[in-house]
Antibody, heavy 122, light 111 residues
Framework: QVQLQQSGPGLVKPSQTLSLTCAISGDSVSSHSAAWNWIRQSPSRGLEWLGG?????????DYAVSVKSRITISPDTSKNQFSLQLNSVTPEDTAVYYCARKREGRYGMDVWGQGTTVTVSS | QSVLTQPPSVSGAPGQRVNISCSGS?????????VHWYQQVPGAAPRFLIS???NGPSGVPDRFSGAQSGTSASLAITGLQADDEAHYYC???????????FGGGTKLTVL
C-alpha cells in the first residue's frame, strides 16, 4: 500500500528556513493522477493547507495565499519524494506538519505522513 | 477563523445517529466542489473518511455517509460506537483562494 515517510528537524530558529521531506512508497511523485501536498496543524490555526505539487506533462506547484511569498514545494524524482521549504519562519509557524496525497477524482487526501512537530524557537 | 464552519462539538449515545454540519460559501461548497471528511484521533494524522455523497475508501464503515446541498454539507454517523469518538474535519476547494480549505473541526463525544 502507499506510505509516506516524513523526515526533517523538529526545531528551527526564527528567521531561518524550515525544511521537510516526504518519501513516497507504493506510488510515484510523477503520477499523472495524484498531487502531493503539505498541511500543517496548530491549536491557533487548525488544519491549514500550505501547498502541493503535481505532474501533468510538466510540473506544477500551488501555494496557499497565506504563505505564498516564502514557500517552495518541489519534487525529487530520483528519490521519489517531495519537499517543503518555508523561509523566514516565526513562532507562528510552530505546528505539526503533514504530507498527504490527493488523488484525482472524488477523493480526499487519502494517504498521510506520520506528522512532524516543528517548533520555531531560539 | 476557518473558511468552512463546523460546530465545535456534538455528542450522542452508543447506537444513536449524529450529524456534523459544515457551512461554506459560493466560492467553495456552493461552487459544487466536493466536501471531504476526515477523522482524527489524538496523536494521529487525519484519516480520510468520505467525499461528497460517495462511499468512502475500503475500511471505512458504511455507518459514515455524507451529503451536500447548496453551500452546506453534513456527515452522518449511524450506530455510534465508542471508537467513533474523535475530531471530524470537513474540507473543500475554494476557487477564490485557489486552494484547499478546512473546517475548524468538531469534537464528537460518545456518551
Amino acid at each position: 500500500q502507499v506510505q509516506l515517510q516524513q523526515s526533517g528537524p523538529g526545531l528551527v530558529k526564527p528567521s531561518q528556513t524550515l525544511s521537510l521531506t516526504c518519501a513516497i512508497s507504493g506510488d510515484s511523485v510523477s503520477s499523472h493522477s495524484a498531487a502531493w501536498n503539505w498541511i500543517r496543524q496548530s491549536p491557533s490555526r487548525g488544519l491549514e493547507w500550505l501547498g502541493g505539487t503535481y505532474f501533468r506533462s510538466k510540473w506544477f506547484s500551488d501555494y496557499a495565499v497565506s504563505v505564498k511569498s516564502r514557500i517552495t514545494i518541489s519534487p525529487d524524482t530520483s528519490k521519489n519524494q517531495f519537499s517543503l521549504q518555508l523561509n523566514s519562519v516565526t513562532p507562528e509557524d510552530t505546528a505539526v506538519y503533514y504530507c498527504a496525497r490527493k488523488r484525482e477524482g472524488r477523493y480526499g487526501m487519502d494517504v498521510w505522513g506520520q506528522g512532524t512537530t516543528v517548533t520555531v524557537s531560539s | 477563523q476557518s473558511v468552512l464552519t463546523q460546530p465545535p462539538s456534538v455528542s450522542g449515545a452508543p447506537g444513536q445517529r449524529v450529524n456534523i454540519s459544515c457551512s461554506g460559501s459560493t466560492s467553495n461548497i456552493g461552487a459544487s466542489y466536493d466536501v471531504h471528511w476526515y477523522q482524527q484521533v489524538p496523536g494521529a494524522a487525519p484519516r480520510f473518511l468520505i467525499s461528497g455523497n460517495t462511499n468512502g475508501p475500503s475500511g471505512v464503515p458504511d455507518r459514515f455517509s455524507g451529503a451536500q446541498s447548496g453551500t452546506s454539507a453534513s456527515l452522518a454517523i449511524t450506530g455510534l460506537q465508542a471508537d467513533d469518538e474523535a475530531h471530524y474535519y470537513c474540507q473543500s476547494y475554494d476557487k477564490s483562494l485557489r486552494g484547499w480549505v478546512f473546517g475548524g473541526g468538531t469534537k464528537l463525544t460518545v456518551l
